[in-house]
């Protein structure tokens, strides 16, 4: 066996990433490796060059590139290549992928409007499923049938009010692997944003439900990022349960992501603010993505202990970057990765939690009360 070369077993490890062998031929297949040589027991030998090329392909799959765009990637040469093609070529994949992403989008509209018929409904849907199959979509008259089809699936919504629950109930993938409240909040989060496919970017450690449960029940501190937030926040059960909620940017005229982040950035007073939050509160972001880098660095430098992160700022450099440093964090949190994000699902979050806790009191009783 030649000196200094790896069998497929060694190149495995010496990569790590959960690869293994059998990954290894399939790159081959595609491509994304050469062939190596070969040793006289016809054993696949490796060199330092291909475990450089397969740590490369291992850290691009962990970003979320596709194996097809990655071998894009790697047949750009740095020698010949200047970051300017590079980056056209990268924007021409993200073009592409954005395309798809609309066609898939455009057929799971088309199908949630099928699937996600409520029960007063469900004697049009079976009529609209069986003349599905009979249609002559090739000419006009069969293209007018199907725009009929779907009218008399919409004119149903005129009987009655949606029945939301039901709807997700046919659409939303199988959660029965996650606790009552889990199934909640993420239920609540889709029909914040109406996109189903939101599940999968929903990230909640280990814990975060239990210390959210203990925090809230303790009466701990509620921070924000905006008043927007703040103002998206059921405080009537907020208040029952005898959270205070502190607002970080508290400028009333601060409404948009962009003017947060721009604000947090400028005004060193905001960032001394968030220092002082109280032990085991629950902070919320849901716009800033400076305001989580600044909780990260604040959490990992031991200068602020909040029981929980509902870290879902907007943006599409910082806020990927700051929700992978919350990740790595040992603090309780729920994100969602990625660009998505928004003050509504960040609002929607804590709601969620707050609901499993208590039933909604007589809001007007209770508020007189406690002015009182």
């Not at 490369?56 to 200047?82: C, S, Y």
């Amino acid at each position: 066996m030649n000196a200094g070369c790896l069998t497929i077993k060694e190149l495995t490890d010496a990569v790590g990433g959960g690869l293994t062998p059998r990954m290894v031929r399939h790159y081959h297949q595609l491509g994304l490796l050469p062939q190596p040589v070969r040793s006289p027991s016809n054993y696949r030998l490796y060199t330092k060059k291909d475990v450089l090329r397969l740590q490369r392909i291992v850290a691009l799959k962990q970003q979320g590139f596709q194996l097809n765009h990655i071998r894009n990637i790697l047949e750009v040469e740095p020698e010949t290549d200047t970051t300017v093609n590079l980056m056209g070529q990268l924007q021409q994949q993200y073009r592409a992928v954005m395309q798809q992403i609309s066609q898939l989008r455009q057929t799971a509209s088309a199908l949630e409007g099928l699937l996600g018929r409520d029960r007063h409904c469900q004697i049009m849907q079976a009529e609209v499923l069986a003349q599905l199959k009979l249609l002559d979509v090739e000419t006009q008259a069969g293209l007018g049938g199907l725009e009929n089809l779907w009218s008399g699936l919409d004119a149903e919504i005129h009987t009655h009010s949606e029945a939301f629950s039901e709807s997700l109930q046919r659409l939303l993938p199988d959660l029965s692997h996650r606790s009552e409240i889990e199934q909640h909040l993420i239920s609540q989060l889709v029909l914040a944003c109406g996109d189903v496919s939101l599940v999968s970017f929903i990230k909640l450690s280990r814990g975060a439900i239990a210390a959210s449960r203990e925090a809230l029940s303790s009466s701990c501190q509620i921070v924000v990022d905006t008043q927007t937030v703040a103002a998206a926040l059921d405080q009537t059960r907020l208040l029952h349960l005898g959270c205070h909620i502190e607002t970080l940017i508290d400028n009333p005229h601060i409404t948009t992501a962009t003017e947060a982040e721009v604000a947090f950035w400028q005004h060193q007073k905001w960032r001394e603010k968030l220092q002082q939050v109280s032990k085991g509160c629950i902070l919320v972001v849901g716009y800033a993505p400076s305001v989580l880098v600044e909780v990260c660095e604040a959490i990992t430098n031991q200068k602020i202990q909040p029981a929980l992160v509902i870290a879902m700022p907007i943006g599409f450099s910082h806020a990927p970057a700051a929700k992978r440093q919350l990740m790595q964090q040992e603090i309780p949190f729920i994100t969602v990765a990625g660009t998505l994000g928004g003050g509504a699902l960040a609002a929607t979050a804590l709601n969620a939690l707050v609901e499993s806790l208590i039933d909604k009191p007589d809001c007007h009783c209770y508020l007189n009360q406690s002015n009182s």
